[in-house]
């Protein structure tokens, strides 16, 4: 199969209403690598590079509220750095580009995905993703 690791997809096929930075960007923990006190971050498989992740809540408004939120993986060599805050507004609106996914089962025996993203910047003025999700609708 032509298929092996990661798929990439664009943030459109991932949230096609948008989404919300609702944390701080954060380490990946290499559980692995990590002993005691001596925490060791994760690297990329396919890279090497760091990975860092941030809660994001997807816009789409038919998921129930336990599946709003999710974490994406970003691959980066430092610390990427959030949007500012849009004004008036409690959550910051972004994007992500260089997205990929990869399905496996979870604790529970369902299908879940890792989202993992090369970048992360505000929406850009003429985000198509919207306006494609309400006429799918």
């Not at 850009?124 to 309400?134: D, G, I, L, T, W």
């Amino acid at each position: 199969m032509a298929l092996q690791g990661p798929i990439p997809v664009q943030f459109g096929h991932v949230f096609p209403y948008g989404c919300y930075a609702v944390g701080e960007v954060e380490m990946v923990k290499d559980f692995d690598a990590s002993s005691g006190d001596r925490v060791v971050q994760a690297r990329d498989k396919q890279t090497g590079e760091l990975v860092w992740q941030i809660p994001v809540m997807d816009a789409d408004p038919s998921l129930k509220a336990a599946q709003k939120t999710v974490a994406v993986k970003i691959v980066s060599p430092v610390q990427p750095v959030p949007p500012p805050p849009t004004n008036g507004m409690p959550f910051t609106p972004v994007e992500f580009d260089g997205m990929t996914v990869t399905p496996y089962v979870n604790a529970a025996g369902r299908l879940a995905y890792s989202i993992k993203a090369a970048d992360m910047h505000p929406p850009r003025a003429n985000a198509k993703h919207v306006a494609s999700a309400k006429d799918a609708a």
